[in-house]
């Protein structure tokens, strides 16, 4: 994957954030208070754009670490993904797989503190 690829994913999973959150907020606001749910889909959106900055980030030096850039996407789709259909459907099916997102997070994260600039190693 080239960063220019890397940053055009980090650019649509913002516009996402973004929209997912005023949708949320506005669109969405009877059916998440109906369900008592408001503060899962917030809890979604928060971690989704701070770990797209992230995505962001790591698009924009100069060799693109897939690593940890690869461990952030995962835990947005799953971690907020799933956190978001438990906020609309107010359905625990997907709960079992929300720390796997969580810890694909943790796992990005941990990434960059053992090989914070690494460009080429452990892609």
């Keep these: 994957m ?9 650019a649509l999973l913002g516009v996402l954030a973004v929209a ?25 959106v928060f971690y989704h754009f701070i770990h797209t900055v ?11 670490q897939r690593g940890p850039w690869s461990c952030f ?8 993904g799933s956190l ?3 906020a609309l459907t107010n359905g625990r099916v997907l709960g ?3 720390p796997i997102g969580g810890a694909s997070f943790i796992a990005g994260w941990l990434w960059l503190l053992i090989r914070p ?7």
């Design 73 to 80: 996407l995962v835990g947005i789709v799953i971690f907020s």
């Design 20 to 44: 997912l959150g005023a949708f949320g907020a506005h669109g969405l606001k009877d059916l998440l208070g109906r369900n008592g749910t408001a503060a899962i889909w917030e809890k979604a």
């Design 2 to 10: 080239t960063n220019s690829t890397a940053l055009r994913i980090a």
């Design 54 to 64: 992230m995505l962001f980030v790591l698009a924009q030096r100069p060799a693109l």
């Design 96 to 98: 079992a797989i929300t």
């Design 117 to 123: 600039f690494s460009g080429t190693a452990l892609k």
């Design 84 to 86: 978001y259909f438990l």
